[in-house]
């Protein structure tokens, strides 16, 4: 029986440097390969990136995907997709609160691994966090206190125009 990897410890200022295809987190010295997306995944991406895109002056926003996120020193995030306030002004890494994360769930993720990061996302002090599952064709807001699906079937942030049908995007997949 052959050991468990061991994770990969670098400094703060090397992960910084360095270019991870596809990007790593970063926890506390320790750099954390991210499971990979596979077909579903990529579909929904990329749909939620054309939704925001299209939409970004009627939402007022506009949407990154796989962006490094300082959650704080010696700790990095990369969500699926990050949406920001149009015209905010931040350099190469993001550092403050996002309007939005949203999280797309692969064959691999663990509700433990995915919890924790959202706890991450509200350490940092964004509001809103989607979570969406390509498997189960679901989707979730998360709370400090728990995931919930939307009654509507729809993700949207209250007070903004943002709004995702769910059945509209899991039909991407019935495309491919």
């Known amino acids: 029986m052959s050991a468990a990897p061991q994770p990969t410890r670098i400094p703060e200022e090397e992960y910084l440097r360095t270019v991870y295809r596809p990007d790593c987190d970063y926890v506390d010295g320790e750099v954390l390969e ?35 996120v300082r959650i704080r020193p010696g700790q990095y995030r990369v969500p ?25 769930l692969s064959p691999e993720d663990r509700m433990s691994r995915i919890r924790e990061r959202v706890d991450d996302y509200f350490a940092l002090g964004t509001e809103h966090v989607w979570i969406v599952d390509p498997e189960l064709r679901k ?23 943002i ?14």
């Open 34 to 68: 991210r499971p990979l997306g596979e077909k579903e995944h990529s579909i929904l991406q990329q749909a939620l990136v054309f939704l925001f895109r299209s939409n970004r002056d009627a939402w007022k926003s506009e949407v990154y995907p796989e962006l490094r």
């Open 163 to 176: 709004r995702v049908v769910l059945s509209d995007l899991f039909a991407e997949l019935d495309r491919a």
């Open 80 to 104: 699926d997709l990050t949406v920001l306030p149009a015209g905010l002004q931040w350099e190469r890494i993001l550092r403050s609160p996002a309007l939005l994360f949203i999280e797309i």
């Open 139 to 161: 989707g979730y807001v998360c709370s400090r206190t728990g995931f919930q699906e939307p009654d509507s079937g729809i993700l949207a942030i209250p007070g903004t125009p």
